[in-house]
């Protein structure tokens, strides 16, 4: 089975600071995505972005960068230049590809404060 | 916009009573799923579907059952509905193989 641990519950920044964000799974699987997923307090699920396992190069979008180190099993998140609309909670998930429809697991999520 | 419409959005209800969410979509997408979202636990997979008629179990299927009787829709019903089960569920579609999943915006279900 797979598990996906997210080990800060909370955690806060200064607005235009940067902040890490850790995820680490556990899987034997050689292929296979992962993402983040940012929860506003309007309850919405956003993806906020992908990467693919085969792929080296880490995935950035904007002002969001990921970490992935395959071999350790991690695929932190980096946000840059932290904006007050960034405040929500944000749950790491893993993609492990099935034919009959791929499975997802999700990690127990990091609420983030961006402080003025 | 994935086309993903829950209904209720809000639902208050007696121990014992079953319940049953809908989940519709537009787009005609084969997979769709159901989870549950509680504190400490994050998103938890109860059933999913792969097609008309075709759905398995996931980790939390214990008190719920599902149907796909047509693309658009999934159900998701509570026989004899538990406090346990007082939840925000969310109903999720991915447009394929090795593409991400899109949600709707959750329906609230408190139990008394």
């Keep these: 089975a797979q598990t996906v641990t997210q080990s800060q519950p909370e955690m806060s920044v200064q607005e235009a600071e940067t902040v890490t964000l850790s995820c680490t799974y556990d ?3 050689n292929n296979y995505y992962l993402f983040w997923y940012k ?8 993806l906020v972005i992908r990467q693919e396992a085969y792929k080296q190069q880490n995935a950035t979008e904007n002002r969001f960068s990921v970490n992935f180190q395959k071999a350790a099993k991690s695929f932190s ?26 499975q997802f697991y999700f990690g127990t999520g990091t609420s983030l404060t961006v402080i003025p | 916009d994935a086309g993903i419409t829950q209904s209720p959005r809000h639902k208050v209800t007696e121990t014992g009573t079953p319940v049953t969410l809908r989940c519709h979509q537009t787009e005609n997408h084969r997979y769709m ?11 938890r997979l109860i059933h999913y579907s792969y097609g008309v008629k075709d759905t398995d179990k ?10 796909r009787s047509k693309t658009e829709d999934f159900l998701l019903t509570l026989e004899s509905a538990t406090s346990s089960q007082t939840s925000v569920y969310f109903c999720a579609i991915t447009p394929g193989l090795n593409q991400p999943q899109h949600f709707g915006d959750g329906t609230r279900l408190s139990i008394l």
């Design chain 2, 58 to 67: 996931g980790e939390v299927s214990d008190g719920y059952s599902v149907s």
């Design chain 1, 77 to 102: 998140l980096k946000i840059s230049d932290s904006q007050l609309g960034d405040t929500a909670m944000y749950f790491c998930a893993f993609m492990k590809l099935k034919s009959t429809g791929n």
């Design chain 1, 39 to 46: 929860q506003p307090p309007s309850r919405q699920m956003i």
């Design chain 2, 33 to 43: 799923y159901w989870y549950r979202q509680d504190p400490g636990h994050g998103l």
């Design chain 1, 27 to 29: 899987t034997s699987e």
